[in-house]
């Protein structure tokens, strides 16, 4: 059975920096890749980036271009959303999910899902 | 930035049909998908590639496309299927995922 496991919540203040992590299980890691995706308390979600578990390529949204990194660690199946310059506007659940692409197509959709993070950066 | 509209708000009764469109200028060369979020949930995958199904849906959930038009269809609605849903694509131009404004299904 397919689980993704996220880290707790954090409260950092403005122009700070966090990482998140979610360990995937049940599953080949390098086979899916895993997306982030966020949401804002009572907002729609909004896809924050997405990395290449096999190779560690990654893509991200533009309103975190430039902020995010996302990293994987295969020997642990764990992969970290590092999100700097912080502000309120950041505040938001964090979901990853697992993503399955060809070499030419990311067609599938989100087919698992972690909890979410909570993520609060008071303004 | 490619964006993907949907309405706002969908009301049915139990047993009767329910579709909820998402439209965009890329969506007819794109695979769109949905997701029901019920409250305080992560979103739950329905819909891929249009219209396949993901083991464990009912078969009360169907998809389809037309253009630059993708809907989504729940036929004989039940109490349990009130919640928000979003389509979604990704854009093979840029390799981003890109989702609805979401719509909250409502079952009178």
């Known amino acids: ?123 | 930035s490619h964006e993907l509209t949907q309405p706002p708000s969908v009301s049915v009764s139990p047993g009767q049909t329910a579709s909820i469109t998402c439209s965009g200028d890329k969506l007819g060369d794109q695979y769109a998908c949905w997701y029901q979020q019920r409250p305080g949930q992560p979103p739950v995958l329905v819909i891929y590639e249009y219209n396949k199904r993901p083991s464990g849906i009912p078969e009360r959930f169907s998809g389809s496309s037309s253009g630059n038009t993708a809907a989504l269809t729940i036929s004989g609605t039940q109490a349990m299927d009130e919640a928000d849903y979003y389509c979604q694509a990704w854009d093979s131009s840029t390799g981003r995922w890109v989702f609805g404004g979401g719509t909250k299904l409502t079952v009178l």
């Open chain 1, 1 to 123: 059975q397919v689980h993704l496991v996220q880290s707790g919540a954090e409260v950092r203040k403005p122009g700070a920096s966090v990482r998140v992590s979610c360990k995937a299980s049940g599953y080949r890691f390098t086979t899916y890749g895993v997306a982030w995706v966020r949401q804002a308390p009572g907002q729609g979600l909004e896809w924050v980036g997405w990395i290449n578990s096999y190779n560690g390529n990654t893509n991200y949204g533009e309103k975190v271009q430039g902020r995010a990194t996302l990293t994987r660690d295969i020997s642990t199946s764990t992969v970290y959303m590092e999100l700097r310059s912080l502000s309120s506007d950041d505040t938001a659940l964090y979901y990853c999910a697992r993503a399955y692409c060809t070499s030419n197509r990311c067609s599938s959709g989100f087919d698992s899902w972690g909890l979410g993070t909570l993520l609060t950066v008071p303004s």
